[in-house]
């Protein structure tokens, strides 16, 4: 909340533009989304440890499934992140497309005369190709 709280205080003396309000919307959603999903992966196991703690959760088949299902859904909000901000954030997906560039990587260029090859010959008459 402090975090779009502060997004969203204006600039003294000065008004947002219409771009500017855009862009702090997108933000907003992205980080609305980004914690309920968070809440919605982390909750079935915070519930579960708390009871736990309370000695209240009984140890039945069907508990100890809920719980190792509750475990993956937790870490799977981990998986799930990059997912989010690659369909709510412009940025995050340039920035993810210079980084992880998927297609032919162009040929280099290479000057005529750098592609001269040259070898040199040993003393008894032999190349430096040929000894390897």
């Given at each position: ?34 914690v309920l999903v968070f809440a919605f ?86 190349s430096n190709a040929d000894a390897l």
């Open positions: 909340m402090g975090m779009l709280v502060r997004l969203w205080k204006g600039a003294p003396g000065g008004r947002a533009s219409a771009e500017s309000r855009r862009g702090k919307k997108r933000v907003t959603r992205m980080v609305v989304v980004v992966c982390w909750c079935p196991i915070q519930v579960i440890l708390l009871l736990k703690s309370l000695k209240l959760y009984e140890l039945t088949h069907a508990s100890i499934i809920f719980q190792i299902v509750s475990h993956v859904l937790a870490y799977t909000n981990s998986c799930i992140n990059p997912v989010l901000y690659a369909f709510l954030s412009d940025n995050f997906r340039k920035a993810f497309r210079k980084v992880v560039w998927c297609g032919r990587p162009s040929a280099p260029t290479i000057p005529p005369a750098a592609q001269t090859k040259t070898t040199r010959t040993t003393g008894n008459g032999t």
